[in-house]
């Protein structure tokens, strides 16, 4: 038997599947690591905690491969977008990984939004003015740390990084690159209005590859440690919010992917790149041929987390004790509640939000509660208001792409019958489920595949995909949505009068 890895580095782990060449799940490797959130903004992570994790990850599904009588094939990537991290002249980090859930650099992205330079950058770039962007954590460390902005020779990504350790490269691929605002969508090439703004030149930036670009001659330490050959190509891969379409097959026109991992998004792809004038939706490359639009959350599964340890911190204690998943004994206790909670809304703005409203100083809030809501009720309307979040960004991207047509969903929440379901009443459509959750690895696979010559087209993957279910919109919900989501909208404009200066509040109390 040959095999096939597919990595997915995300934000609060790093996961590995061995699969075989028909796509078939042989081993699996989650290795979790922190978020370090010293302050209310900062949302940062380790690198080398994350190379540890690739490398235990890799190690442990190797495993269960039998390379006396088969060949591992490739090694392929999916990855968090919007990381930085700046090296020194030996490639040493002299920060941490700044994620995209990172807020410093909120002052300088909304300059750059009020008096109209983002959006002339965005026009070229297709990364709306955010401080999730790496342009804009540019800018920031320019200005609020000179000593190590200057000292820095290089800035990459978490995957730049792996790589350069793994293979002593700096090369960065199409698709991570057009997330980071320095990539010019239409050239492809670094931008040099974006780098001007930046304060840094193209030599500090890895080479632009392809995705399929493969890369070969691995440090022979990390080989021996992992029990591959040194010659194992590894594929550079794309992001994971790309990969994801790809992933459930939602690359035709009309077909629209929806994720909710830690963070959650809505996309589509397009045969060209496509520029919203309201600056709503993103614009990244998926290959040299295929763009993917749509708009990304901050705030899916780590909702849910904050829910679980903050909310239901004892029933935690219990599920650890008997071995069993918090999470689900958390969305039993929510699926007693009716749809729409008994009136009780959840704005999901934990860590400031991107799509739609794009406001970093965006903050939670239950409305509607009373004496008579339980956890329970709270349980299920931050399940809801996650979905809510992701239905507006929808309305959106159907003003940008038209009326989607089919809509397939995928993520860790995928693995919850109650999320699905509820998926399906607020859209009011049809979701279909593929049978790989890993959908980013999997994607990761079949491009590798496709670069290897082992598929003839990337539209081979739904080949791999297995079987999928499919939730229709039970009315009985959805006429209760209906109510709810004006509602949502409203509150959603009225309360962001007043962010900013919650935001305030929070950061100079922090300080003290």
């Known amino acids: ?43 940062e992570e380790d690198p080398n905690e994350i190379l540890d994790a690739f490398v235990s990850g890799m190690t442990e599904v190797l495993r269960k491969a039998d390379l006396t009588t088969g060949v591992l094939r490739g090694v392929s990537f999916s990855a968090a977008m919007h990381s930085l991290i700046a090296l020194d002249e030996n490639y040493q980090p002299l920060t941490r990984v700044i994620t995209w859930a990172d807020n410093r650099a909120e002052k300088y992205a909304a300059a750059y939004a009020e008096d109209g330079r983002g959006m002339e950058l965005y026009r070229r770039t297709g990364t709306p003015t955010h401080p999730m962007s790496p342009l804009y954590k540019l800018i920031w460390l320019r200005h609020e740390e000179p000593e190590l902005f200057a000292k820095a020779k290089y800035w990459v990504g978490i995957k730049e990084f792996l790589f350069n350790r793994l293979f002593g490269v700096l090369k960065e691929e199409y698709s991570i690159a057009s997330a980071t605002g320095l990539f010019n969508i239409f050239d492809l090439d670094w931008d040099e209005k974006a780098l001007q703004a930046a304060g840094i030149t ?31 190509p590894f594929i550079m891969g794309a992001s994971d919010g790309t990969l994801s379409n790809l992933g459930v097959n939602a690359i035709e026109p009309g077909v629209v992917a929806v994720t909710i991992g830690t963070s959650g998004a809505v996309r589509v792809v397009v045969d060209h790149p496509v520029i919203d004038e309201k600056g709503r939706v993103f614009c990244y490359a998926l290959t040299k041929d295929k763009w993917v639009i749509g708009g990304p959350v901050n705030n899916g599964g780590i909702v849910f987390r904050w829910v679980r340890d903050q909310l239901f911190s004892p029933e935690k204690v219990t599920a650890d004790l008997m071995h069993a998943d918090a999470y689900d004994l958390i969305t039993k206790i929510a699926s007693e509640v009716p749809a729409g909670a008994d009136g009780l809304i959840f704005h999901p703005y934990l860590g400031g939000e991107r799509a739609p409203i794009w406001d970093a100083n965006a903050r939670g809030s239950f409305f509607g509660l009373t004496r008579t809501h339980t956890r329970a009720h709270m349980a299920r309307a931050a399940l809801e208001g996650i979905v809510y979040n992701l239905y507006t960004v929808m309305l959106a991207l159907e003003e940008v792409a038209g009326k989607s047509k089919e809509i397939m969903a995928t993520g860790g929440f995928a693995r919850s019958a109650l999320w699905r379901q509820m998926l399906a009443d607020i859209f009011e459509s049809p979701v279909t489920i593929p049978q790989s959750f890993e959908s980013g690895c999997l994607a990761a696979v079949v491009m590798a595949m496709h670069s290897l010559g082992l598929v003839d087209d990337l539209t081979d993957i739904k080949r791999f995909i297995g079987e999928t279910k499919t939730y229709q919109p039970n009315p009985a919900n959805y006429e209760v949505y209906r109510e709810l989501m004006p509602i949502y909208i409203r509150l959603s404009r009225q309360l962001q009068t007043e962010y900013a200066n919650i935001a305030d509040f929070q950061r100079r109390h922090a300080k003290d």
């Open 1 to 43: 038997m040959d095999y096939m890895i597919g990595v997915d580095i995300g934000t609060t782990s790093t996961k590995t599947v061995l699969y075989d060449l028909q796509g078939q799940v042989v081993a699996y490797a989650n290795k979790e690591y922190p978020l370090y959130q010293d302050t209310p903004d900062m949302a």
């Open 202 to 232: 193209r030599n500090q930036l890895p080479e632009l590859v392809d995705p399929e670009y493969q890369v070969t001659g691995l440090n022979p330490a990390y080989a021996e440690v992992m029990g591959i050959p040194v010659d194992t």
